[in-house]
């Protein structure tokens, strides 16, 4: 089964090549993510709305920003560290460097999340989607 995985994965990285190219940045290439792949590889469907069910305001907010600052492709300062707030969910502040200083948002953790900014920070990969995007995706994925 695992095995059926990977390739279902390398084909969409495949066909997603194809079809949009990819992005090069200091000579590495870097995928661009669509929101189906997102789902596939960081966050399953099911998962992600069960996800955006238990968060707050201010952290769907903080979810939709970390999705916008990949997309614009703002650098990331990477943090390893993982607490835990008042109530009991895991999260990591994350820093984004941008010209007029750092931008910082809180990243409750789920799914393979941390896993996906690490990536980014690797240069790995990208966004070409919104949160509304990635939701209509995984309610479609149902």
């Known amino acids: ?11 969409a990285f495949k066909k997603r090549k194809e079809s949009t190219g990819t992005l090069t940045t200091n ?14 590889l960081y966050f399953p469907p099911q998962d992600l709305l069960r996800y955006g069910d238990n968060l707050r305001d201010e952290e769907a907010e903080d979810f939709d920003a970390l ?3 990949t997309k614009e492709g703002v650098p990331l300062a990477f943090n390893r560290r993982i607490r835990n707030d ?8 994350q820093n984004f460097t941008r ?14 999340i941390m896993q996906f ?10 966004t070409d989607f919104t949160l509304a ?9 149902l």
């Open 133 to 141: 995007e990635l939701v209509e995706e995984a309610e479609k994925s």
């Open 67 to 69: 999705l916008a600052l």
């Open 1 to 11: 089964m695992g095995a059926k995985i990977i390739n279902k994965m390398q084909n």
């Open 99 to 112: 010209a007029k200083g750092p931008e910082g948002i809180k990243v409750v953790l789920g799914g393979n």
């Open 27 to 40: 000579n590495s290439s870097q995928t661009v993510l669509t929101p189906a792949m997102f789902l596939e």
């Open 86 to 93: 008042r109530g009991g969910k895991a999260y990591s502040y």
């Open 117 to 126: 900014i690490k990536d980014y920070h690797q240069g790995k990969v990208t």
